[in-house]
């Protein structure tokens, strides 16, 4: 292996967007445009498809300050894809990657992009080509292993604690059962990022139901109706994966009429049956008549007006060190973000197979499945990645008047 890599750098990004993506595509591209052994910075469009297809964009001809308001936009600037690449197509990949003389393949995204970055490095390897390939993490679900949190969840999380905040404002003007089905197919991070939204004692969210705990149709129903009977509202906040003991979606249960996507999942939030579901269930069951759901669906990865401050430059330093373990340490792996102190953080490289194709699932210190409810340490994780600036709702504390007629509706 030579000590200066001489050749152009690949950029890619791949999966569901995020608001801050693109933070980590400019931190890339700027920081490898400083080293002299870079040749050209090119950025594939569509994921890996794209560098299968040779579509490639090149970097190094775009502007400094169009880059940082690129930066500053959600969603893919590169666009993405939903392919899950097999070691023949990670094949084809590599042969692209030598024949433009890419020497640095940087891959932006979650578990199944960690992976194909790391059958992309092995291919390098079998082939005695050096390929220097970093993964930059990405995924709003949280679930990345060895990463104490990863780019893109604190955003989202700060949404949906937002969303709830009004929802549950809506709710005590309104007083009824609200369901919001929050994305996260094995990992209920996100969901409880929802009781964020919380400031007095009988606000919503009343229940949280995560996919790492059996969901029981019948529990369910008592718990709502406990809640509704103690507050004479109740707000939920449901994980589109939650799942029975057996380990099937719960709306596999609910319905047969079940959607699949490309890679034989089952369809969870996006058609917003779950939510419809179990409204059908409080609504028949419970005689409750005023239940609305809402499935978030895509909502929570890109919205522009809602971006955690902190997720931004964590997101932007993930790229940066990208190319510096690559280019100036002449490493492979994936970079991990490391907790320090209350509150900061450190970036760690680690081995592309101790990240590859593992999935994270919430601590059990951060949910208490007695009560449906996230701990204080889920708030104490939680509460600094949402950022600066945070809202909080306020209630009226005048006294009441007292009646003259005694009237009652």
Known sequence: MSSILTGKVLIAQSGGPTAVINQSLAGAVLESRKFPQITKVYGALHGVRGIINEEFVDLTQETTNNLEKVGLTPSSALLSTRDKPDEKYCREIFEVLRAHEVRYFFYIGGNDSSDTAHIVNVEAEKSGYDLRVIHIPKTIDNDLVINDHT????????????????????????????????MGRHAGFLTCASALARKYPDDGPHLIYVPEKPFSVDGFLSEVKAAYDKYGRCIVAVSEGIQDSQGQPIITSLTSNVEKDAHGNVQLSGTGALGDLLSEEVKNKLKIKRVRSDTFGYLQRSFIGCVSDVDQHEAREVGEKAAQFAIWHNIDGSITIQRTGNYSVDYKLARLDEIAAKTRHMPEEFYDNTRKDVTEKFYMYCRPLLGSGFPQPHRIRAPLVAKVLNKKI
């Not at 969840?153 to 609200?178: C, E, H, K, T, W």
């Open 151 to 182: 780019p893109g969840f604190p955003s989202a999380a700060r949404f949906v604690a937002q969303a709830f905040m009004g929802i549950n404002l809506d709710n005590a003007s309104l007083p009824g059962v609200y369901i919001g089905v929050v």
